[in-house]
């Protein structure tokens, strides 16, 4: 068994959800989002709202999936958990959204889930990944 604190695996996460989620933004989502979300969209988005988003999601993405799949030393778990902890979170958004928010594009909804597990599971395994090559820590966090 290998242990590292959650904190470690939280700072590792943060750190390739980033990369990998900005080249999604910047290189497809950018202007999938723009031709089909349009006015939907804010001119300015709230990044205030945005990072607290992205905190919390990664806290529970650390809790519910990375640091269970770090104490069994399993990359499957964090692969099949991540995959499926990113589909749930993101379904709520895209869900909630296509039933409360006029004219929000069901086009969007299989594309984002479809992103949300693969980002969910490629953060899980590559924290893993990394997290399990670190010293061991003596306690379990």
């Not at 589909?87 to 296509?98: E, Q």
């Amino acid at each position: 068994m290998h242990s590292t604190s959650k904190v470690i695996q939280y700072v590792v996460a943060v750190i390739a959800f980033t990369l990998l989620d900005l080249v999604w933004l910047s290189v497809v989502a950018n202007k999938l989002y723009d031709d089909l979300m349009g006015d939907l969209l804010a001119q300015d988005p709230n990044l205030g709202a945005a990072v607290a988003f992205y905190a919390l999601f990664l806290a529970g993405l650390v809790h519910f999936v990375i640091h269970p799949a770090v104490v069994e030393d399993s990359w499957r778990q964090a692969l099949g958990a991540g995959a499926f902890f990113g589909l749930v979170t993101y379904a709520t958004w895209d869900l909630t959204n296509l039933a409360v928010v006029e004219g929000f594009p069901a086009l969007l909804v299989p594309i984002d889930l479809t992103w949300g597990a693969l980002l969910s599971a490629a953060v899980s395994v590559t924290t893993w990944a990394i997290v399990r090559r670190l010293p061991r820590s003596e306690h379990r966090h």
